[in-house]
């Protein structure tokens, strides 16, 4: 009975997330582009009216959006779910499909099982945006022509922004993949899912985004407790080799110091990939930071990785994070009904399909095709651990019950 014991707490602790909360995984996920996303979404759910009215400028009918929608807590980045989706947004880039579906036709339902994630989930995917926050704008908005005029609450065409907004999700994860040679190039996938086994730490995310100015980052860090407030939260940028690191406060932007969102904006930025971690100070002189370990790195597109251990600049090598040169949108609305096997809570009905007009880059073509082919065993590879280890965690489970009945009988 204590070796099955020990067999079942091994493989519950190898099929758990090892990374402290913050960290990148040994790939580089998420990229700069899944944390900008992901920090986004953070602060639509948290702050909705202010999101809307601060970084949604050129969308129409936003009187409409969001405005009947509660606000709810944050949602705590997984690297599991973040791999899930990362997959699924290299399967559609290097197969040139666009489904909520495999492109093997594996169903979403299948999907989600196959990678053992838990509870009510949802997903919304999209497509020819290069950045996290155009892709967050356009599933808030959902247009049903793709014209920035947004579809108001309730109409039952704001499935994206249901997903986005819905209460009853702990933990997210955001897939980006850039293909040249795909239909439309950049492809994004983000699964929502409840969990009960959730990170502490109280900055749920924080990272940057160049918008509204396309030079200057804002730097935002989103926080939440029910059991601390915050005193003080300041950024730290990482100094070079012989230079201290310079620590700046943070303005409480909205909120309160237990349900807030911090933000620094510098007046200039000549820095590329410059390190940097949010840190903070509770009621009880307690100090939290973000990430928990390493640096995050200012970067517009994915040149620089997103996280890093090391204090020194870290680029990023992975051609599946480029970035288009673009020079023309479409965009085109479409809804999937879902089958009548998935349970009617899971709310993926509503997608959009944006088409990209770029200029394919060819040079790299043939080394870009050997690092998919070597990313997609790597992500089967994945598959078939987590969902082996799934299978040996019922079953040793389900030995243990029996012994311990057992040995109650007798």
Known sequence: MKLLLSILIVLILKSSNVNSYGESDSQGNP????????????????FPVQYKTSFMNGYSGLSSVLSSYSAVPPLYMDNLLNRMSKAHSFDMSLKNCFSHSDCNGTSIGQRFNKWSTEGTWAENIAAGNKDGIS???????????????????????????????????????????????????????????????????PIYSGYHTFYPSATIPKFIAMVYSETQTISTMSIVFVGSIGSADSK??????????????YTYTPSTYTVACQKYYFQGTTSNDSTIRYPDTGYLQVSKDTTCLGWSISSSVSLNVNLGLENPS??????????????ATYPPQRNWNWFWD?????????????????????????????????????????????ILIAIFIISLLF
């Open 31 to 46: 990229c700069s582009l899944e944390r900008e996303s992901h920090n986004l979404i953070n602060l639509a759910r948290m």
């Open 135 to 201: 892709t967050n704008n356009q599933l808030i908005c959902d247009s049903p022509s793709g014209n920035k005029v947004c579809t108001p609450d309730g109409s039952g065409q704001d499935g994206h922004r249901k997903n986005i907004m819905g209460e009853d999700y702990q933990i997210l994860g955001v897939g980006y993949y850039y293909t040249s040679s795909s239909t439309y190039n950049t492809y994004w996938t983000q699964d929502f899912t409840s969990s009960s086994n959730l990170p502490t730490n």
């Open 248 to 261: 700046l406060p943070m303005e409480l932007t909205y909120g309160n110091p237990s349900y807030a969102a």
């Open 326 to 339: 673009q020079t023309e949108i479409a965009i085109k609305f479409e809804t999937s009904t879902p089958k």
């Open 354 to 398: 944006y088409k990209l007009l770029s200029k394919n880059n060819n040079q790299q073509q043939q080394q870009q095709q050997q690092q998919q082919q070597q990313q997609e065993e790597e992500f089967q590879q994945d598959e078939e651990f987590y969902s082996s280890t799934s299978k040996l965690i019922v079953n040793s489970s389900v």
